[in-house]
């Protein structure tokens, strides 16, 4: 049985040697994907995944948008918007207004690029006209972190089960 295992295992390497060193017929497609920002690049082989737009949700209760908002300030994609909007929706959701939730809601899911928040955010690039409201604002200041806090990892979730100051 070992043996047999032995030579299935050693004509599949010996398969894949032969596949890596056979050169690659014209009939297929080349692999698609970011090769890079090379000035000649003509980003032909870019794959641009569609969003769905965003859409306002008028109708969603007020604790029902904290929590989703909460949860998607929390689960961004990137490390840098994860610690920074987990940390700024602890300090900041549950006294905005619901123009404030809907504003910051649009903010973090109507952008395409996670990088366009982060930038705007610490001023690297200048904010769209329709992004720049006093959520911004906030987050701007919030981003600035005056106070000169350790802001290392997520807020743990204890806090949504304390009682409210």
């Known amino acids: ?33 970011y090769r890079g920002g090379s000035p000649a690049d003509s ?9 769905p737009p965003w859409q306002e949700r008028p109708s969603e ?3 029902a948008k904290r929590a989703r908002l909460l949860y998607e300030s929390r689960k ?23 123009r404030q939730l809907n504003l910051y809601d649009r903010l973090i899911n109507e952008p395409s690029n996670d990088w366009d928040i982060y930038y705007w955010a610490t001023e690297a690039k200048p904010t769209p006209e329709v992004f720049e409201n006093d959520v911004m ?7 600035k972190n005056k106070n000169k806090e350790q802001r290392l990892r ?5 806090y949504l089960f304390e009682p409210s100051r």
Do not use: H, W, Y
């Not at 997520?154 to 204890?158: I, S, T």
């Open 137 to 143: 604002v906030m987050l701007r200041e919030f981003t």
């Open 154 to 158: 997520q807020p743990d979730l204890e």
């Open 61 to 63: 209760p007020l604790p």
């Open 76 to 98: 961004r994609g990137m490390l840098e918007n994860c610690l920074l909007l987990s940390l700024f929706a602890k300090e900041n959701l549950n006294s905005m207004t619901e």
């Open 43 to 51: 980003r032909r082989d870019l794959l641009e995944i569609p969003l």
């Open 1 to 33: 049985m070992a043996a047999a295992m032995g030579l299935r295992v050693s004509g599949l390497l010996s398969l894949s040697r032969r596949a890596l060193r056979a050169p690659r017929p014209s009939s297929l497609p080349a692999r698609r994907g």
